[in-house]
């Protein structure tokens, strides 16, 4: 269970900070494409997805993609930001995670992952021993019925993650 509860939640990419991230010790993050940076059908890194991209930068945080998604798309996406990319990754195995671990020449306590799947990009960041694991909305939904499951099955544990929040915010009163 508590491989399911991501350890912080955000509406957007945009809200996490590098701040946030130093915070916690980062100096690494993998990050999902699909709904995470952008929706399924854009093919390359919007302006946004730049700027934040070069502000995690400017902090010395490197950053790098793995995606479930297959190559053509992940590679396009990743060359339009300058980062590399893990392609077909098989999130929630740990194998694309390991890989751009290593990539990043860190190891899994100095890095966080972020998605907008809890039984991809979540389990995979807790199997791999990742530091933090930070869940995002997704951008835009595919609304088929796999993929509405999966959201419902979501859910139980966000209560969960809401719970644990509540108490968080009322130790620091
Ligand atoms: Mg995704």
């Known amino acids: 269970m508590a491989l ?24 690494a993050v993998i990050l999902d ?3 995470t940076m952008v929706p399924y ?18 902090v010395g945080i490197k950053a790098a993609f793995v995606s479930n998604n297959h190559r053509e798309r992940v590679e396009k996406y990743a ?12 999130k929630p195995l740990r194998k694309g995670i390991t890989a751009a671990i290593s990539g990043m020449e860190t190891t899994p306590d100095k890095a966080a992952i972020i998605g907008d799947q809890i039984f991809t990009d979540v389990l995979a960041g807790n199997i ?4 933090i694991t930070i869940l995002v909305k997704p951008i835009k939904d595919k609304r088929d019925p796999l993929c509405r ?7 139980p ?17």
């Open 41 to 58: 059908e854009t093919a390359e890194a919007t302006v946004e997805n730049l700027r934040w991209l070069e502000n995690l930068k400017k």
């Open 157 to 173: 544990l966000l209560a969960v993650y809401r719970k644990r929040e509540k108490r968080r915010e009322k130790r620091k009163g």
């Open 128 to 131: 791999a021993g990742i530091r």
């Open 4 to 27: 399911l509860i991501p350890d912080y939640c955000f509406d957007t990419i945009y809200d996490i900070t590098p701040e946030l991230l130093r915070g916690n010790g980062i100096e």
């Open 79 to 90: 060359e339009s930001t300058g980062l590399s990319a893990y392609p077909d990754s098989g």
């Open 33 to 35: 494409i699909d709904n």
């Open 149 to 155: 499951f999966k959201r419902l099955l979501e859910k």
